[in-house]
């Protein structure tokens, strides 16, 4: 299974990215999907979650109504829409995925087996 995320940069507050997150090696039918978060100085943190198998979502407090993680079968990729950024969103974010344990400990970065390299996005107040 190999994760390839891409789609950070530099964005001013307030402003809009979407992150990709392009996945190969196996059908993702019965995987789970993380977006994850590191800031400097700080542990990685559970951004947002998705179930392949049927498209359910969740998020974590800081992003819900900002952030929407979403799929395409057909890509066998999963995007991270973040809009209304804030400066606090700054950090490397990573995309994640196991073999699903569907909403069983899905905010534990620790219960995803495999990860892509990240990519950086900046807000600038």
């Known amino acids: 299974v190999q994760l390839q995320a891409f789609g950070g940069g530099l964005v001013q507050a307030g402003g809009s990215l979407r992150l990709s997150c392009a996945a190969s090696g196996r059908t993702f039918s019965t995987y789970d999907m993380g977006w994850f978060r590191q800031a400097p100085g700080e542990e990685r943190e559970f951004v947002a979650a998705?179930?392949?198998?049927?498209?359910?979502?969740d998020y974590a407090g800081s992003v819900k109504d900002r952030f929407t993680i979403s799929r395409d079968e057909a890509k066998n990729t999963v995007y991270l829409q973040m809009n209304s950024l804030k400066p606090e969103d700054t950090a490397v974010y990573y995309c994640a995925a196991r073999p699903t344990l569907y909403w069983m400990d899905y905010s534990n970065s620790r219960k995803y087996d495999y990860w892509g390299q990240g990519t950086l996005v900046t807000v600038s107040s």
């Open positions: 998705i179930l392949w198998s049927d498209g359910s979502t």
